[in-house]
């Protein structure tokens, strides 16, 4: 697979102390500025991870777009109230493993932590592997526009690719189209996105859409549910 072009990359500290990425490039930061952690915790993990009821689906499918630094990924070990956790990421320009080691996350996040994220830092793309007891990971060295989510397969999407300003193609709507399709019935989406075409896009595909309140510095962010199956034979 040839390798696709590399991005100069700028070191940023956020306002809750953690770190995150610049790429003048796009004039695009891969978190918020004004708390990394803060914005994943809020977005992912308490819109997202955690508004899959646990008693229902012990065994949770995540299936993250835009795997960047690996944030989402750990912080989806750490609160995961599920008893197992399958995680794919695909990700087309990929951090390196001396990036990811200049973040020090598990510093704010937890040293016990340390240990998962540098297996998911080094351990290589396209193929599982064992993070914890309780998680696999999967990262695809892919653009999205080149690769086909298994139809029905996940119970939630992070969709943390950078905005639609920086990267417009990976807002339009056959990109949805394919996450509606890759979702399971009941199947939830989460993104930091709130802009108004996006959400109508979402709807025009099915979804049923939220607007919920953004984490600090963003007023909104948006959650977009896949019908249940009787559901969508009533409409």
């Not at 008893?83 to 016990?112: N, S």
């Not at 240990?115 to 007891?133: A, F, L, N, Q």
């Not at 969709?159 to 399709?181: C, V």
Request: aromatic share 12%.
């Amino acid at each position: 697979m040839l390798y696709l072009r590399r991005m100069k990359r700028e070191f940023v500290k956020t306002d809750d102390g953690s770190m995150t990425i610049y790429l003048p490039d796009l004039d695009e930061n891969y978190h918020s500025t004004h708390g990394a952690i803060q914005e994943a915790e809020h977005v992912f993990i308490k819109h997202g991870l955690k508004a899959i009821d646990s008693s229902e689906r012990m065994n949770v499918s995540v299936f993250e777009v835009g795997y960047g630094t690996g944030l989402n990924a750990l912080l989806s070990l750490k609160h995961n109230p599920h008893v197992f956790l399958t995680y794919d990421a695909i990700e087309a320009y990929p951090v390196t493993r001396d990036e990811t080691d200049k973040l020090r996350y598990c510093e704010l996040i937890g040293e016990k932590y340390q240990k998962h994220y540098d297996v998911m830092t080094r351990c290589p793309w396209g193929r599982k592997e064992s993070i914890s007891y309780g998680m696999t990971l999967t990262k695809i060295h892919k653009k999205l526009q080149d690769y086909s989510l298994e139809k029905g397969k996940y119970d939630i999407i992070y969709f943390d690719a950078f905005g639609p300003r920086a990267q417009s193609e990976m807002w339009e709507i056959e990109i949805l189209q394919k996450m509606y399709e890759g979702l399971a019935d009941g199947g939830v989406l989460v993104t930091y996105c709130a802009k108004g075409q996006f959400k109508r896009d979402l709807k025009s595909l099915g979804f049923e859409v939220e607007s919920l309140p953004g984490p600090p510095g963003k007023r909104e962010m948006t959650r977009a549910w896949k019908p249940e199956k009787e559901e969508i034979d009533e409409i």
